[in-house]
């Protein structure tokens, strides 16, 4: 049985009518073991915490009830993480996805299908790895939930990326993000069939079918820190999917007439602590942003560079060089060659000299941050000009009569030259 929930009201889905779904979705069903696949906190404005929480309340008296959060590289959620998300869930139930030890191999995505993909820029078969618990026939229901938004390696994030990177392990995730990052992210961002999300789903086509899987995908936006919730799509079917993308590609992406010069985004330091994750603050921008432009990122909760500390490492050392020097240095040096994921996000983080981009921090120093080839200016300083409490999404115009575009929260969206897209 396949539900969908739309609103176009400010105000989206009413929680009556989001908690009647979400009870319609398990009608009928008595399972025993429930998994149940969520976002981390680096999705907290998905509606992922309030859906999951409504389904352990659903379930928890009949039922044993795990939550496996889709980490991929990220870090390990905290007991406050999974509090402020998921309100009142015992934190015992949450497992950590570790994905380069809990994995299982269930196969290839075959050397020739990713060549025709991509176009024969890569050649390679992927493994496929998923997170153990997820093929443990001990479950009889597994629910992924998660949000449908604009994203930077497969073009639409969400469904079976979920599945492969969420709760992936290594050569999927390497993988797949180095053939986004080679296909080229402008070409793929905000669009469903790109060439990662075929390998996705041949993979899920040819080693998902015996797992009792549901999706249940949202498209939010936010408001002042409210999320709002304007579509709900619970089922396994792809087109389910597709409505969901054509719903975000509405609500998510903003196409602007004329290229910015200037742009600031904040990065709210519950959801940012890394450039890792930070620069979605450049992903999702760089499609609007002029040649010549600058990208100012007022990042006071950013730490470190990689979420996973081999990363971290590898990031620290070769920096954001730009895409033809990170594929030389992938050549020449085995510690990138075998961490892709990381050689990819490198490649996703510059702009290739087409615009400049300067972090504002006040947890990294400045000579870390220039180290890693961005401009630095201290948070402190910069908000004095640029004072996220003063400033407004969309144009501003600043006393001195500056115009900026400011983002509160690039995660949620995508912007484009609408000649470009």
């Known amino acids: 049985m396949s539900i969908v929930l739309t609103s176009d009201k400010p105000a989206g889905i009413p929680n009556e009518d989001l908690f009647t779904a979400i009870k319609l979705s398990i009608t009928g069903k008595q399972p025993k073991k429930v998994l149940l696949i969520t976002p981390d906190i680096t999705r907290f404005h998905s509606g992922a915490g309030i859906i999951t929480n409504q389904y352990y309340e659903l379930l928890k008296d009949t039922c044993q009830v795990d939550i496996l959060p889709a980490l991929g590289t990220h870090v390990k959620m905290t007991r406050e993480d999974c509090s402020e998300m998921f309100g009142d869930i015992p934190y015992e139930l949450f497992i950590e996805?570790?994905?380069?030890?809990?994995?299982?191999?269930?196969?290839?995505?075959?050397?020739?299908?990713?060549?025709?993909?991509?176009e024969g820029l890569v050649n390679n078969a992927v493994s496929v790895e998923v997170n153990k618990l997820i093929v443990d026939k001990s479950y009889d229901l597994v629910i992924s939930i998660g949000q449908v938004v604009p994203h930077e390696v497969v073009g639409m994030a969400n469904y079976n990326k979920n599945i492969f990177v969420g709760c992936g392990g290594?050569?999927?995730?390497?993988?797949?993000?180095?053939?986004?990052?080679?296909?080229?992210?402008?070409r793929l961002m905000g669009k469903d069939h790109s060439p990662v999300r075929k390998v996705f789903d041949y993979a899920q086509q040819h080693f998902l079918k015996d797992v009792p899987l549901v999706y249940v995908l949202t498209v939010t936006t936010e408001i002042k820190g409210d999320t709002i919730i304007h579509g709900l799509f619970i089922g396994k079917e792809r087109k389910l999917f597709e409505q969901a993308v054509k719903l975000s590609q509405r609500k998510n992406l903003t196409f602007v007439e004329k290229p910015f010069e200037k742009v600031v985004v904040y990065l709210d330091p519950k959801e940012f602590k890394s450039t890792w994750l930070g620069n979605k603050a450049i992903y999702r921008t760089r499609m609007a942003i002029a040649d010549g432009g600058e990208l100012i990122v007022l990042a006071p909760g950013v730490n470190k560079f990689g979420e996973d500390p081999i990363n971290d490492k590898l990031i620290r050392k070769y920096g954001y060089v730009g895409r033809e020097n990170v594929l030389k240095l992938v050549a020449e040096n085995d510690d990138l060659k075998n961490n892709l994921s990381v050689a990819a996000h490198l490649i996703h983080g510059s702009s290739d000299g087409r615009f400049t981009i300067t972090y504002c921090t006040e947890q990294l120093t400045e000579q870390e941050v220039t180290s890693a080839v961005f401009g630095y200016i201290p948070y402190e300083k910069a908000i004095e000009r640029y004072n996220p409490a003063l400033l407004v999404n969309g144009y501003n115009t600043l006393d001195d009569g500056e115009e900026i575009y400011y983002i509160s929260n690039p995660a949620l969206g995508l912007w484009a030259d609408k000649n470009k897209f």
């Open 170 to 186: 290594s050569d999927m995730i390497n993988s797949s993000h180095m053939l986004g990052a080679v296909y080229g992210m402008e």
């Open 97 to 118: 996805h570790k994905w380069r030890t809990d994995i299982v191999k269930l196969g290839e995505v075959p050397s020739d299908f990713v060549s025709t993909v991509s």
